[in-house]
Structure formats: structure tokens, C-alpha cells
């Protein structure tokens, strides 16, 4: 009998255990990031969703933001946009239509500030027209 109690608090204490290391943000892989708004003139807020591997959807997702492929820099061509990183987009003095870009990490559990260009990652991407 003393052994079946004790089996049976040990077994308790597992699946406690299990269940609250299976909660939090656990939604898989990141698969896709969308970019909202898609399009917009002169100044604009972005937001980025991401969807995961499960189906679930997370708005406001934590990303990099940034005016093109930000692992590629040249200080050869000016920055035609400003992306601030809250998503925040504005023009300097270029006219034209820019590509504004937001990556994150396929793996939920790697901050964004730890990403480098060798991090397995996925990333939108939306206009911002400089008139």
C-alpha cells in the first residue's frame, strides 16, 4: 500500500511537472509572417503577425525590422527609408517605393536579439512610397 501511494504522488508530480513545462508559448515553428499594413505613403506603423506550424496566429510579433535584407548592408547607397524597431517607417529625402522588411526566428524560443545571419528564420515584407 505504501508503495502504490508513493507511485501515485510520484506519477502526480510528473504530469504536473509535464503540464506546466507544456504551457507558455509553445505554437511550433514559425511558417509565415504577414505585414500590416501591406502598403502605405510617406510615414507609416507596421505590425507583423506570424503563424506557426499548429494554425495559431500571434499579432504583434516580436521581429527585426528593417529597410531591405538587414544581414546585407553597403555604405555605398543611402538609406532611402528609416525603420525604427517598433516598426515605425518613415522616408528621408528619396522618392520612390521601398521595400520594408520584418524577420524572426523559425524557433519561438530564440530572442529576436540573438538572431545572425546563420539563424534558421522567416520573414515578410511590405511598401512603404516615398512621394
Known sequence: MRKLLLLLSCGSLL???VSVLSCGSNHGQ???ISISPAAA????QFTATGTFSDGSKVSSLAVLWSEGNP???????PEAITVSPSGMASCNPVVG??????YAPVDPHVPVARMDLTTPQVHG???????
Not at 517605393?97 to 520584418?102: D, S
Not at 515584407?125 to 512621394?131: G, Y
Request: hydrophobic letters at 45%; proline letters at 3%; glycine letters at 4%.
Open 97 to 102: 517605393t521601398f521595400t520594408v522588411e520584418a
Open 15 to 17: 504530469l504536473a511537472v
Open 71 to 77: 544581414w546585407v548592408k553597403s555604405d555605398l547607397v
Open 125 to 131: 515584407t511590405a511598401r512603404l512610397t516615398c512621394p
Open 30 to 32: 514559425l511558417k509565415s
Open 41 to 44: 505613403t510617406g510615414q507609416a
